[in-house]
């Protein structure tokens, strides 16, 4: 019933700014983390964002910081991605992952991804 849904993938310009979407349903927002993932062809799956359900605190993995900005409505059960000066690099596809804590640890969905991908 857990269902993850990532849209506002596409094809860029090095430079540009691009901003992913997923809604969450069927879970209790608030007893799971939000995580961005991506995984780019012959490359291992890379965690890129996190924000928490409790506090809002936001994570960012290296290659992504000062660029990306994650952020989360939790009354709409979203999580945004907004990227921006994307480079070649961030070519991936993007996964929009529900990580759970307290009553929920242990549990994790997945979105079927979103594809981004930046021309060079």
């Known amino acids: 019933q857990v269902q993850l849904v990532e849209s506002g993938g596409g094809l860029v310009q090095p430079g540009m700014s691009l901003r992913l979407s997923c809604v969450a349903s069927?879970?209790?927002?608030?007893?799971?983390?939000m995580n961005w993932y991506r995984q780019a062809p012959g490359k291992e799956r890379e965690l890129v964002a996190t924000?928490?359900?409790?506090?809002?605190?936001?994570h960012y993995g290296d290659p992504v910081k000062g660029r990306f900005t994650i952020s989360k409505d939790d009354e709409k059960k979203m999580v945004f991605l907004q990227m921006n000066s994307l480079k070649p690099d961030d070519t991936a596809m993007y996964y929009c992952?529900?990580?759970?804590?307290?009553?929920?640890?242990?549990?994790?969905?997945w979105g079927q991804g979103t594809q981004v991908t930046v021309s060079s």
């Open positions: 992952n529900a990580l759970g804590f307290d009553i929920t640890s242990g549990e994790t969905y």
């Open positions: 069927g879970l209790i927002f608030a007893d799971y983390d």
């Open positions: 924000v928490t359900g409790l506090g809002g605190v936001t």
